[in-house]
């Protein structure tokens, strides 16, 4: 798959909600109503994938739901059920230069102050208070670890991301 052909998980489907189609939208982005910013959905259950447009949505409670393109009752939700909402990598809007998305992060190597190599990032923790670096340790690590956890605040811990040479720096004992 090519990157302009990446596709990446921004929500799932809930249970069906009503007798109209309607389905509850578990949203994966920062504000829960960008979802819907974002068209058309792919979404996919069971190995089958395909493009549908969101005809409506709307709060209810301190959720989302929306209406769907060809689905028009319950039977037809219900079947829909935790299916992935997922759009193709190019209907991400494009950030200013020092932001970045966490997929970007995935992959980067970890550099501390003193040049010690402390792992490659695997993915993001986020814990309410800040985020988290998962970083897989070195087979070869001197500390004997074999996955770090560091805390994604900047100027503190963390000092440089440079995501096209995909290497993070941070101030962050090696030994944690």
């Known amino acids: 798959m090519t990157n302009t052909q990446q596709m990446i998980v921004v929500g799932k489907l809930g249970s069906a909600y009503g007798i109209r189609g309607w ?3 578990n949203a994966f982005t ?3 109503e960008g979802i819907f910013a974002y068209t058309p959905w792919t979404i996919g259950s069971e190995g089958q994938q395909r493009e549908i447009k969101v005809l409506e949505w709307r709060r209810h409670g301190g959720g989302l739901v929306c209406r769907l393109e060809g689905i028009d009752d319950r039977n037809a939700a219900e ?4 299916a992935e909402i997922s759009i193709h990598a190019e209907q991400l809007i494009e950030l200013p230069e020092d932001e970045f998305y966490w997929r970007d992060l995935v992959g980067c190597e970890v550099v501390n102050t003193q040049g010690y190599q402390m792992g490659t990032v695997t993915g993001l923790l986020e814990t309410g208070s800040n985020d988290v670096l998962e970083v897989k340790a070195k087979g070869n690590d001197a500390f004997g670890k ?3 956890l560091i805390p994604f605040v ?3 811990f963390v000092l440089e991301v440079d ?3 995909k290497q993070i720096k941070v101030d962050w004992d090696p030994s944690f």
């Open 30 to 32: 920062d504000e829960p």
């Open 163 to 165: 995501v096209v040479g």
């Open 23 to 25: 389905l509850k939208v």
């Open 79 to 82: 079947r829909l059920t935790n």
């Open 146 to 148: 074999r996955e770090r």
């Open 154 to 156: 900047t100027d503190q």
